[in-house]
């Protein structure tokens, strides 16, 4: 255990390259920074005078419009009906529809009652039952409890 590698050092050269090469590396850091805030600065600028551009156009569109109708619109004056040669016209059979009627609802109304579906004992559903037959009866059971929990006040 006492046979551990001795710690690592840096030789005076080493640590000259190595400072040399941070001071590359921040300037170029400090390049790209300004390149890329000169870029955001360009595109910002070509949306504002984008928005500006079209913000002109729809403006000078609006004030067209609304200088276009005052001076073009004038009403057409009103035909006159043609008379129409007098002749007996032959009258077209209406379409048939065919509408179901309702029957008339009874007097009294009665409701019907829904027969109530026992479940089979325990033993007879477990013996010739398969997993997937009691999965489904549980989901069933815990849907009606839930059912009866939310309903039930």
């Given at each position: ?7 690592r ?7 000259q ?25 360009n595109?910002k ?5 984008k ?7 729809v ?15 004038e ?8 008379p129409e040669?007098?002749?007996?016209p ?30 089979p ?26 059912h ?6």
């Open positions: 255990m006492e046979d551990t590698k001795p710690k050092t840096l030789t005076p050269e080493q640590l390259k190595l400072a040399e090469a941070r001071k590359k590396a921040l300037e170029a850091k400090k390049q790209n920074k300004e390149i890329t805030q000169f870029e955001k600065e595109k600028k070509e949306k504002q005078e928005r500006e551009q079209t913000y002109k156009t403006m000078e569109l609006k004030q067209k419009k609304e200088e276009t109708p005052k001076e073009t619109i009403k057409p004056a009103p035909k006159e009906p043609t040669p007098e002749e007996e032959t009258p077209e059979p209406e379409p048939v529809q065919n509408m179901i009627k309702k029957p008339p609802p009874p007097k009294q109304f009665i409701r019907s009652q829904r027969p109530i579906r026992r479940p004992p325990d033993e007879e559903l477990y013996d010739n039952a398969s997993i997937e037959m009691l999965r489904q009866q549980f989901y069933h059971q815990t849907r009606q409890r839930l009866n929990d939310i309903f039930s006040y």
